[in-house]
Nanobody, 121 residues
């Protein structure tokens, strides 16, 4: 069974930096993409940054130039380095991994429980 777990959230002052880490465990043979979404209170979950298996990276416009996503070569870990944090970055950050099941060939998404990042105003 594939599981995803985030770590690294916390309280950081405006302008500060934080790195979120995400580890995927279990048997994943065909990773399609990994990445981060976030959800602030009262808002919908939104994309932050994703990286596909070939290495294509996508960022939300609001974080471009401040956040940087990286993944391990074996696709078991994806990190999000967040610089120059702003109050509006306050949210619960969720990691996901999307893979193709080797038996059914279906796309599967697995999400973590989320980690809270708080940037006071």
């Amino acid at each position: 069974q594939v599981q995803v777990m985030e770590s690294g959230g916390g309280l950081v002052q405006p302008g500060g930096s934080l790195t979120l880490s995400c580890a995927a465990s279990g048997t994943i043979q065909m990773t399609e993409s990994m990445g981060w979404y976030r959800q602030a209170p009262g808002n919908q979950r939104e994309l932050v940054a994703t990286v596909t298996n070939p290495g294509t990276i996508k960022y939300a416009d609001s974080v471009k130039g401040r956040f940087f996503i990286s993944r391990s070569r074996d696709n078991t870990r994806v990190d999000l380095r967040m610089n120059n944090l702003k109050h509006e970055d306050t949210a619960t950050y969720y990691c996901y991994v999307e893979y193709t099941d080797a038996m059914s060939f279906r796309r599967v998404e697995v999400w973590g429980q989320g980690t809270l990042v708080t940037v006071p105003s």
